[in-house]
């Protein structure tokens, strides 16, 4: 069976991590094929890696692994784990990370690493656990080693879990919380789709500290004429704001990941 | 046949946007072999991703397929077109970006992507084309789908084009349009290699702006030695205003792409 | 006989240049693997490509090609060099780039290669020997053509060698170069894991310019607690000073790569 490897993680592209990774991989098995999601996590925020993973999971082919690391605590006690979901491996630090992701796909079980086996080096760095455990771990399971000879069963419940949190509907206003802003200043919110269908029709406008500007509701980018803003579903099925040609977080002022914004009603 | 996909957008390495055509692509071709040119064109800038399309272009192997996503208009009434030319397939929107690739290579015929067959999903974002339209249509064409499947021929004279303007030979001097500044802040202009063989005894300096400033005639950059900057023929075989270890772009002043530059001669 | 081409420039990911070698690559030998190191080496810094090939090499499944392009004197009549080393072949520039991690794996043999074959292009741009020269004969390696009809065999000891200073021990205190700082502000130094076993007890600070702060010794990020900074051995096994999600270089006032720092004794 193909089993393509997706890696996630904060290392950049500057330095020697990323194709650390991927030389133990092709050691392990020569034909492996590996794609890179970002290695651009900003450094450490396991939430915004949480994020993309969870954008990327629906579109991935069926029997992949996903390597992920974003790991401030490599080296700690925090486990290592490979979560099994309904159609897909992941495999990286047990912090929350591979959670979001893991969640949508359908969590089944999880196992943790045991790197006392023939399969791991005997010397495993305590600041690089990408490159020692989670690369050759990916590359035994394209290989078609299975999960078991990895690792030991855990508790399903037992893993750290991360979530944004949920939009709350006032009477004046939603009041969204931003997961992420994309390379082009688009401005994604906790905000599903779903819940956005029901109060479109009395949004007015965004108000993001104490700027308040009038939004137009638009399908494309295209569309927006008359204001400098937009609001839409974007490509992950969620509220999104947005400038034509502009970046809509600038527009506001400098909207960063982690900010509240009320959609103001009419 | 072999068909490699070539990739160039304005998505960056940050977000999941490449990602998900890489993933949509192996979930349709598991084998499909996939290179990125770039994502790093500017967000929006059309004509820069449409240069670097036309310098990569003659170094492609046979039959490859390349895919150009830098497409503010996604989701309005622009089409979605695929160019067959002497060598291969280009993909993307119909907005100028693909057609300096195309002509020099050898424009043949064009067809515009009908997505209401089988081969594309009911629900098509109006945001992301790269993803649902685009990287489909690579992973098809990949697998040996012929293009008639994939859309119906339309006009070759129907097509936006789009080129940089021609240098203008006056009798003191070269008028220049800068098309590309690189990494190294090497300034690529609109003037080729033969045009600029017929000057080259006459030039003697630059002048941007307010600033003029005597050249070195080189062939390799390490040749520069009496003065700051030197003109060759850079590798796309355009007249290149360059530095020695320095970026020949903050030297005259920060030259951006679409300024104009005099080559004063003496 | 597999062999993966492992590429490292200071080309950048924005222009053509990076996608040229690939292509050239492909259209030689269509299923040849290619795996990027990183393409972002400060633009001309040879050491510091040297020093991320000293680090990536280990890591290489056996029968590897490194094509390394830090080259600011392309076309002057520096030799264009394939070293053979125990388990590799190494291409590039005679200008030192490839020498670090040549030593590290066992110097064999070195060739000047011979553009005058049938196997390189008739016109070879003076600007771009990644392109012209490196890749296709990474490809030709790749393929199985010997090396021998590649290139003539050189004198060992004539090529460009290269290294970092060694460390000094003082009677108060260590001096030690900054080799790298890598994209979470670590501060890699030329110390190497053994010498530090020895004095790692003395250790009490680590002074640059006019600051000095007291470190704290650790094996993981994570331990830091008392202290804002670190040290530890780092993945590549030389003396690390490192923050806890902060970036070391940054807390000492802005370390560069090239600069001497010196770790106090009690």
């Not at 450490?44 to 629906?58: D, K, R, T, V």
Request: proline residues 5%; without cysteine; neutral net charge.
């Amino acid at each position: 069976m193909r089993r393509p490897i997706f890696l996630l993680t904060d290392f950049g592209y500057r330095d020697y991590y990323v194709a650390a990774m991927k030389a133990i991989i092709l050691s392990i098995n020569p034909g492996a094929e590996i794609v890179d999601i970002t290695h651009n996590v900003a450094p450490w925020n396991i939430s915004e890696g949480g994020f993309i993973l969870w954008q990327i999971i629906p579109h991935l082919p069926k029997n992949s692994i996903i390597v992920g690391v974003v790991d401030p605590g490599v080296g700690t006690d925090r486990r290592n784990i490979i979560i099994e979901t309904r159609n897909h491996f992941l495999i990286g630090p047990d912090n929350g990370l591979l959670y979001p992701a893991a969640h949508r796909d359908g969590l089944e079980r999880v196992f943790e690493i045991n790197i006392e086996t023939h399969l791991y080096k005997h010397e495993i760095s305590s600041t690089f656990h990408g490159r020692d455990i989670y690369a050759p771990t990916a590359a035994y399971l394209s290989k078609g080693v299975r999960v078991e000879e990895l690792g030991r069963l855990i508790n399903l419940n037992s893993i750290i879990s991360q979530a944004w949190p949920n939009p709350e509907v006032k009477t004046d206003g939603l009041i969204a919380y931003v997961i992420h802003i994309d390379r082009f200043g688009n401005i994604i919110t906790n905000v599903p789709g779903a819940l956005y269908d029901k109060v479109a029709d009395k949004i007015k406008s965004v108000k993001y500290s104490d700027k308040e500007i009038i939004v137009e509701k638009v399908t494309v980018f295209g569309e927006i004429k008359r204001r400098e803003l937009g609001i839409l579903i974007g490509s992950s099925e969620m509220l999104e704001i947005v400038g034509n040609m502009k970046s809509a977080a600038e527009i506001l002022g400098g909207v960063k990941p982690g900010d509240r914004l009320i959609l103001l009603f009419r």
